[in-house]
Each structure stands twice: as C-alpha cells, then as structure tokens.
C-alpha cells in the first residue's frame, strides 16, 4: 500500500476545489494493473481524508447522505494505490486494487464495455500468477519447466505460423495465430523478468 506523508496530504487536501461543486468533487476509480475504469463516486473533504488516512476508498453517498466506504457490505474494498488531480483541481484519479467485483452487479466495472478492453494487461498478471503461485497441470507452469529455450522457440513457431495465416489463411486462422504469439510473447518477457509497461515505455520514447 502507498504511505502518503502528512506533507502528501496536505498537499493534495490544499489542491481540491471542492467549493467549486458544492462540496462534492466526483472520484474516477481505475483500476492500477489494466487500467480499466471500474467506477465514479462521489469525495466530500471528510470522505477525502478517511480515504488517504486508511487507503481504503471511501465515498459520500448522495442517495445516503453519509460517508460509504466501497465494500463495507460486500468486502469488494478498493485500495488506493495513487491518487491524481486533474488540472482544474476538481476531479480526482485513484489507481486501485479491488478486492473483487466492483459493480453491485457482480460485475468487474460498473461501465458496460462489452468486453474487457485491457484483457491482455490482466493475462499478463495471470501468467505472473501462475509463476508465483504454480497451478498443476497449467499450461504456463510446463512452458515454464521447460525452460527459456523452449520458450523463445515457441514464440518462434508462432511468429512463423502467424505470418503464414495472414498470406495463406482465413481472418479466423489469423486471429488464432496472432493470439497465439502474444500469449508465448507474454511468457516469454515474464521469464526475462520483463513486463509489458517496459515495452510500451520503450515504444513511447520511440514515438518521440
């Protein structure tokens, strides 16, 4: 969990407007790993401060009329990881880890995007986990045993087939394929003890 100093928060506290609508400034919540939006509240300044003094986040509920900490019925809490402000001072960003689904729907978001837009974000923490916490009979754990040489082979073989799907097969084919690449790409980096935000830093610095 983050440690904000008392500095941090104060700063922060000193930096909201929170005359400018009432008292309320409404809160994005995004998740920190795929970056996924998973909510907007509500932060009065009370909300504000039980949220930094506990990390947990906590909103005021306008249909309420109190503070509601996120999951105080379900556990489904949502821990603060960083807090940003927009540039007007009056909107807040929190990075979070949810402890489950976010919606009251039991759904992952409370946005119904039809799909989860970063699913490769959240794949590469799977196959984080599944190196951290081994799961027999998975496949990422027998690429894993079989070492990085079996492992960059078969990103190889998978360069080669996409590329042959997209000269000589169907859209179908090539989809397979190309999902192919990137889930041995995927546990390649994390055998290299890398990750996709260092690639996506890397074509950022790139683009400049």
């Known amino acids: 969990m983050p440690c904000f100093t008392a500095a941090a928060r104060e700063r922060l506290k000193m930096n909201i407007d929170f005359e400018k609508t009432g ?32 990390n947990i986040v906590t909103f ?8 509601w900490t996120k999951g105080e019925t379900s556990n489904n809490f949502l821990h603060v990881k960083s807090i940003s402000i927009d540039c007007d ?3 807040l960003l929190i ?13 992952r978001s409370c946005f119904n995007t039809g799909y989860n837009q970063n699913f490769i ?11 951290a916490n081994p799961v027999e009979g998975s496949y ?14 078969k990103v190889g073989e998978e360069g080669v087939e996409t590329v042959i799907a997209a000269l000589a097969e169907t859209e179908t ?4 394929e190309a999902s192919d690449l990137v889930f041995h790409l995927l546990v390649l980096l994390r055998e290299k003890g890398l990750t996709l935000e260092t690639i996506a830093k890397n074509l950022e610095s790139r683009h400049k």
């Open 60 to 67: 005021y509920s306008r249909s309420k009329n109190r503070l």
């Open 95 to 107: 990075k979070a880890k949810a402890d489950g689904p976010t919606c009251h729907t039991g759904a």
């Open 173 to 176: 084919d090539l989809i397979n």
């Open 140 to 153: 990422v754990n027998k690429l894993r045993n079989k070492g990085l040489n079996k492992i960059a082979q």
């Open 89 to 91: 001072n009056d909107t």
């Open 121 to 131: 974000l959240e794949l590469e923490n799977i196959i984080a986990d599944r190196y």
């Open 23 to 54: 008292g309320l400034v409404p809160v994005i919540i995004q998740d920190e790993q795929t970056l996924e939006v998973l909510m907007l509240g509500y932060m009065n300044q009370e909300a504000y401060d039980k949220t930094v003094q506990e």
